[in-house]
């Protein structure tokens, strides 16, 4: 029996308890977030039991990725990209819309996210350039060069529609790149480029878009003249977000104290609930399944469940979900180290930056210290194929842990020579 169970928990044992304690963490709190959900369909089970149905299989797509070995991963790279880049190019044509975003589509009657594909993709390419081009002195300079090429082809489709994602998938490269040793001459200039970048998008978000009033005075005349004009324009689809962007920053970068009766709780229901369940834990928490703003906060249980996780789980709660990110993340660090080779070295630490950095973009949009983004909770928030991609990625960190080869021990070799001369 233990051998069976040996050759299903394969690789790293602290990552699958780390990935245990998650799936765990995400039943229990997203059968209590989805009250609404269970209340609308009539059903109290069904989204629980849809939800663990996911976890199922990721959990089996996770068994299958780590029982490949590390080295092929390379050979699925080229096909990945041009998937992506293609997905994500239709969807900003004809993708179907979310919460006013063209992020989804349809293929083969399965409903995705091409970036959850793409971040992916763009890991592994950048984990096999700087491995490639890796030098005594570190990275050859080139790389630099082959990393943007790339990563353009990636990051820019998401920009229009999912902003967020394109900026956590950067900070992840550019963190690759710093962990590959590229030259940080390069890098910071990179950080240049972009901080311009980013002070001239900003300020077209602020002189384009609209606030929320005006946008809601532009959604009625648009509604009046939409039978003049059958469909916008391609510069409209694209450019139709600055309005959510701006309102975002304004209501991030506000310094005006709002009384609490004067808090309008309609137009920032997220943010004002969210701070609500975090106040009302009274540090110790309210108890597993006994929240109460799961009922009024909008994607409790996807965007927002780590404020229904300090609501019910108190403080303790919360530090412990967070700890075990960041096991997760130094865990992965010492299979790196391990490694012989830099690119499953790199392609691990890769895919943990990603997942620990989207988890700290949503756990600090919940606590009020980032602008509302739409990122979930890696493994804990309820999701589709997002949740079967994340265990994807952890399958590919076991698969690293037990196929890669490893550094020789200087100790081990002490030890095979002292055998060697007791047995002659």
Same mark, same amino acid.
């Given at each position: 029996?233990?051998?069976?169970?040996?050759?299903?928990?394969?690789?790293?044992?602290?990552?699958?308890?780390?990935?245990?304690?998650?799936?765990?963490?995400?039943?229990?709190?997203?059968?209590?977030?989805?009250?609404?959900?269970?209340?609308?369909?009539?059903?109290?089970?069904?989204?629980?039991?849809?939800?663990?149905?996911?976890?199922?299989?990721?959990?089996?797509?996770?068994?299958?990725?780590?029982?490949?070995?590390?080295?092929?991963?390379?050979?699925?790279?080229?096909?990945?990209?041009?998937?992506?880049?293609?997905?994500?190019?239709?969807v900003?044509?004809?993708?179907?819309?979310?919460?006013?975003?063209?992020?989804?589509?349809?293929?083969?009657?399965i409903?995705?996210?091409?970036?959850?594909?793409?971040?992916?993709a763009?890991?592994?390419?950048?984990?096999?350039?700087?491995?490639?081009?890796?030098?005594?002195?570190?990275?050859?300079?080139?790389?630099?060069?082959?990393?943007?090429?790339?990563?353009?082809?990636?990051?820019?489709?998401?920009?229009?529609?999912?902003?967020?994602?394109?900026? %956590?998938?950067?900070?992840?490269?550019? %963190?690759?790149?710093?962990?590959?040793?590229?030259?940080?001459?390069?890098?910071?200039?990179?950080?240049?480029?972009?901080?311009?970048?980013?002070?001239?998008?900003?300020?077209?978000?602020?002189?384009?878009?609209?606030?929320?009033?005006?946008?809601?005075?532009?959604?009625?005349?648009?509604?009046?003249?939409?039978?003049?004009?059958?469909?916008?324009?391609?510069a409209?689809? /694209?450019?139709?977000?600055?309005?959510?962007?701006?309102a975002?920053?304004?209501?991030? /970068?506000?310094?005006?104290?709002?009384?609490?009766?004067?808090?309008?709780?309609?137009?920032?229901?997220?943010?004002?609930?969210?701070?609500?369940?975090?106040?009302?834990?009274?540090?110790?928490?309210?108890?597993?399944?006994?929240?109460?703003?799961?009922?009024?906060?909008?994607?409790?249980?996807?965007?927002?469940?780590?404020?229904?996780?300090?609501?019910?789980?108190?403080?303790?709660?919360?530090?412990?979900?967070?700890?075990?990110?960041?096991?997760l993340? !130094?865990?992965?660090?010492?299979?790196?180290?391990?490694?012989?080779?830099? !690119?499953?070295?790199?392609?691990?630490?890769?895919i943990? %930056?990603?997942?620990?950095?989207?988890?700290?973009?949503?756990?600090?949009v919940?606590?009020? /210290?980032?602008?509302?983004?739409?990122?979930?909770?890696?493994?804990?928030?309820?999701?589709?194929?997002?949740?079967?991609?994340?265990?994807?990625?952890?399958?590919?960190?076991?698969?690293?842990?037990?196929?890669?080869?490893?550094?020789?021990?200087?100790?081990?070799?002490?030890?095979?020579?002292?055998?060697?001369?007791?047995?002659?």
């Amino acid at each position: 029996m233990n051998k069976k169970l040996g050759n299903i928990f394969k690789g790293d044992k602290v990552i699958w308890m780390v990935f245990f304690f998650l799936c765990m963490v995400s039943i229990v709190e997203v059968y209590s977030a989805s009250s609404s959900l269970s209340y609308k369909g009539g059903n109290y089970w069904s989204p629980i039991l849809k939800h663990c149905g996911i976890l199922a299989i990721g959990t089996f797509m996770m068994v299958v990725v780590l029982n490949v070995k590390c080295k092929y991963f390379k050979l699925v790279t080229p096909f990945l990209l041009f998937f992506s880049f293609v997905t994500l190019l239709w969807v900003l044509v004809a993708g179907q819309a979310t919460n006013d975003a063209n992020r989804w589509m349809n293929f083969l009657g399965i409903q995705f996210q091409p970036s959850e594909i793409g971040k992916g993709a763009l890991v592994l390419a950048v984990a096999q350039i700087l491995s490639a081009m890796q030098t005594n002195e570190g990275a050859d300079k080139k790389a630099f060069k082959y990393i943007l090429f790339v990563s353009a082809f990636i990051v820019l489709p998401i920009v229009p529609e999912n902003l967020s994602t394109a900026m %956590l998938i950067s900070v992840t490269v550019v %963190l690759m790149m710093f962990i590959g040793r590229v030259p940080l001459q390069q890098i910071g200039k990179l950080l240049g480029v972009v901080a311009l970048i980013g002070v001239v998008g900003i300020t077209m978000v602020m002189l384009v878009g609209t606030d929320e009033k005006k946008a809601a005075d532009k959604q009625v005349l648009t509604e009046q003249v939409a039978v003049e004009k059958e469909e916008p324009s391609m510069a409209e689809k /694209l450019l139709h977000r600055m309005d959510t962007w701006k309102a975002r920053i304004n209501k991030f /970068l506000s310094s005006e104290e709002v009384a609490p009766e004067d808090y309008d709780l309609d137009k920032d229901a997220q943010v004002g609930h969210a701070n609500i369940a975090i106040a009302s834990s009274n540090i110790v928490g309210k108890g597993p399944g006994n929240s109460n703003e799961r009922d009024f906060l909008s994607q409790a249980f996807s965007d927002f469940i780590y404020a229904i996780i300090i609501e019910e789980m108190g403080i303790e709660g919360a530090a412990m979900v967070a700890l075990l990110y960041i096991i997760l993340l !130094f865990r992965t660090g010492r299979i790196a180290n391990r490694c012989e080779n830099s !690119f499953p070295a790199l392609l691990a630490m890769g895919i943990a %930056l990603l997942l620990v950095t989207q988890a700290l973009f949503n756990m600090l949009v919940a606590v009020g /210290l980032a602008p509302v983004t739409g990122q979930p909770l890696p493994l804990i928030s309820k999701g589709g194929t997002s949740t079967i991609i994340n265990c994807i990625y952890i399958g590919v960190i076991l698969s690293i842990s037990r196929s890669a080869r490893k550094k020789e021990v200087a100790g081990s070799d002490k030890q095979q020579g002292m055998a060697l001369a007791v047995a002659s």
